[in-house]
C-alpha cells in the first residue's frame, strides 16, 4: 500500500510529507511476532507480540521521499500569534483549522503527484499541534489543527487524522506516539537501543535489554534556542543556522544551573510537555531572575543549545542507553550534536537515523505513515507502556475519499518489526 505521512512538528515551519510502499509479509526466520488485532501481547507493555520466534509477520516499508512545503508567511505568522502562552479566539482557531487543513492538503497532493505517479492509496496526518494540556504530570487533552477534510478533498484518497487524543481517552500522554514504531525498528539489536528525535521538544524511546521499553519527552530541544534567536534578532532568523551563534559563544553556567532546576525534568516517566511550557516568556522569566550580568547573545544561546544536550543526556544515562539513533531538526546542528556526544561519551554512541534506513528530517513522517496504515487495517498504533495508556488502542479518525471507502480485512497478527527496504 503506497501511504503518504504527513507531520509538521512544534518548530512549526514546515511541512514534511513522506511516501512510502508499505507491505506486510510473514516475518523472517529470527523475527518474533505480533500480538492479535486485540492487543494481546507478551506482557512488555507495547501490545505488539511475543518474543522471538513466533509465527508473526513484520511490516516492510520502502522509503519513496520526502517533499517539504513552509507554511505561508501568513498562516505561519497567525500560528505564532496564536500560541501559547498568547491569547486567542475562537474565530482565529477556525481560520488557523481550515488554512493549515488547506496548507497539509497541498503538501500531500505535491507528495502524491512527485513521489507516487498520483496513486497514493492512504494519507496520514499528524496534523499541527497547538496545545497540548498537561498538568501535574497528567495529559488531559491535546489539540492538532487542520482539518482532514480538505486533505481528503485534494487527495482523493482516505485520511487517518487525530491520532493523539484516543491515546489520551485511555490515560495515555498522547506522545511520543512514534515509540511504536521505534520499538518495532530497535528491537533484535544489541545492548540498550534509543532513539531520539528533537524537534522544538526532544523526545526518545528506550529499549531496556530484557526490560519494559520506556519513552519520554526530555524536555526543549529547539524550541528554547529558536525562541532566544527569534527575539535577539528581532525576528530576522527563525532558528540558529549551523550552529554559528552557539559556536561563538560560552556556556553561563549560572544561568544553565537556573534552567536546569526546572522541575518538569525530576518528573517521572511517561512525561510530555510543550511549548505551553518552553516558550519565550517563559526563557524571559528565567533571565529576569538570573544574578549578575545578563549573558551576550552568543553565550545565551550556547547555553540554551547547551541545556537540550544535557536534559537528553541526563534522561539516556540512567536507562544505560548503549546507542541511540536521533533524527529531526536538531541533528543539522552540528554544535547541538557536538555538545550531545561530549555528555554521552563513554556510555552512549551517537548515530543518525540514517543507520535504521530513514533520513532523519522525515523519520517522524514515515512513522506516522506507518501509524496510519496501522489505524487502517484496525490495529493498535499506540505502546501504552511508553505513553502510559490503559492499553492498546486503534489510533485516530478517518475521513474517506472521493470512492466508497473499504477497509482492508485486519491481519491475523499485527507486525511486530518494521524493516526498511532500499527504494
Request: glycine share 16%; aromatic share 4%.
Amino acid at each position: 500500500m503506497r501511504v503518504i505521512g504527513l507531520m509538521s512538528g512544534t518548530s512549526y515551519d514546515a511541512i514534511d510529507a513522506a511516501a512510502a510502499d508499505l507491505e506486510l509479509s510473514a516475518a523472517d526466520g529470527d523475527r518474533g511476532g505480533g500480538g492479535d488485532v486485540n492487543g494481546a501481547g507478551d506482557g512488555d507493555g507495547d501490545g505488539i507480540g511475543d518474543g522471538i520466534g513466533d509465527d508473526g509477520t513484520t511490516l516492510h516499508l520502502t522509503p519513496l521521499g520526502m517533499v517539504s512545503d513552509p507554511y505561508p508567511d501568513e498562516v505561519r505568522g497567525a500560528l505564532a500569534a496564536a500560541l501559547p502562552p498568547a491569547r486567542t479566539t475562537l474565530a482565529e482557531v477556525c481560520r488557523l483549522d481550515t488554512r493549515i487543513g488547506q496548507a497539509f492538503a497541498a503538501a500531500a497532493a505535491r507528495a502524491d503527484r512527485e513521489l507516487c505517479a498520483g496513486r497514493a492509496e492512504l494519507i496520514a496526518s499528524h496534523g499541527q499541534t497547538v496545545f497540548h494540556w498537561a498538568e501535574a504530570g497528567r495529559v488531559h487533552g491535546t489539540l492538532q489543527l487542520g482539518e482532514p477534510a480538505w486533505i481528503a478533498e485534494a487527495g482523493g484518497c482516505p485520511v487517518v487524522s487525530g491520532f493523539r487524543t484516543r491515546d489520551v481517552a485511555a490515560g495515555g500522554q498522547g506522545a511520543p506516539l512514534v515509540s511504536l514504531v521505534d520499538l518495532m525498528l530497535l528491537r533484535g539489536r544489541p545492548g540498550v537501543p534509543a532513539a531520539l528525535n528533537i524537534g522544538g521538544i526532544a523526545n526518545l524511546t528506550v529499549l531496556p535489554s530484557g526490560g519494559e521499553p520506556v519513552a519520554f519527552d526530555t524536555g526543549p530541544g529547539n524550541a528554547l534556542v529558536d525562541a532566544a534567536v527569534r527575539d535577539l534578532t528581532g525576528g530576522r532568523l527563525a532558528y540558529d543556522d549551523g550552529g554559528a551563534l552557539a559556536a561563538a559563544g560560552r556556556v553561563h553556567e549560572p544561568l544553565l544551573e537556573r534552567l536546569l532546576a526546572e522541575p518538569y525534568y525530576r518528573l517521572p516517566p511517561p512525561r510530555t510537555t510543550g511549548k505551553e511550557l518552553f516558550h519565550a516568556g517563559y526563557l524571559r522569566a528565567v533571565l529576569a531572575g538570573c544574578a549578575g550580568p545578563a549573558p551576550s547573545p552568543q553565550d545565551l544561546v550556547a547555553t540554551l543549545t547547551r541545556l537540550t544536550a544535557r536534559t537528553v543526556a541526563g534522561a539516556l544515562r540512567p536507562l544505560r542507553a548503549t546507542e541511540v539513533f536521533a533524527s529531526g531538526g536538531g541533528v543539522r546542528n552540528p554544535v547541538l550534536m557536538g555538545m550531545l556526544r561530549e555528555e554521552l561519551a563513554g556510555s552512549t554512541a551517537v548515530h543518525g537515523s540514517e543507520e535504521l534506513g530513514l533520513p532523519a528530517a522525515a523519520k517522524e513522517a514515515y512513522a506516522f505513515a506507518v501509524l496510519g496504515w496501522l489505524t487502517l487495517h484496525g490495529l493498535p498504533g499506540n505502546a501504552p507502556g511508553c505513553t502510559g495508556a490503559g492499553g492498546p488502542r486503534v489510533l485516530g479518525s478517518l475521513t474517506p475519499g472521493r470512492r466508497p471507502l473499504r477497509l482492508p480485512a485486519p491481519p491475523p497478527r499485527a507486525p511486530r518489526a518494521l524493516v526498511v527496504r532500499k527504494p
